[in-house]
Nanobody, 117 residues
Framework: QVQLVESGGGLVQAGGSLRLSCSFSGRIFAINTMGWYRQAPGKQRELVAGIRNGYSTNYADSVKGRFAISADNAKNTLYLQMNSLKPEDTAVYYC???????????WGQGTQVTVSS
């Protein structure tokens, strides 16, 4: 079992920045995929950024150049630095962990990010 707890969401003006954190506990394996997803009202959940095995990253086109995902393995924490925020970034952001070997997937409870214009 893996538990994930997000923090760092809030209300920010357009152009501002936020950093989301996701703390992991439980059985964490080195071979894994972690990521941040978001879901806006009336829309499907979408991948924002992912990191594989701690170093290989990928981003949604809509956030490239503005967001950065990173992992601190010593602290069992995943981060999402979000800069130049836009109103369309408003959503609930979820942390995700997937054990690549077993396929087991875990989600955090989500944290609200609201960007005002």
């Amino acid at each position: 079992q893996v538990q994930l707890v997000e923090s760092g969401g809030g209300l920010v003006q357009a152009g501002g920045s936020l950093r989301l954190s996701c703390s992991f506990s439980g059985r964490i394996f080195a071979i894994n995929t972690m990521g941040w997803y978001r879901q806006a009202p009336g829309k499907q959940r979408e991948l924002v950024a992912g990191i594989r095995n701690g170093y290989s990253t990928n981003y949604a086109d809509s956030v490239k150049g503005r967001f950065a995902i990173s992992a601190d393995n010593a602290k069992n924490t995943l981060y999402l630095q979000m800069n130049s925020l836009k109103p369309e970034d408003t959503a609930v952001y979820y942390c995700n962990y997937r054990d690549t070997s077993s396929g087991d997937t875990y989600w955090g409870q989500g944290t609200q990010v609201t960007v005002s214009s």
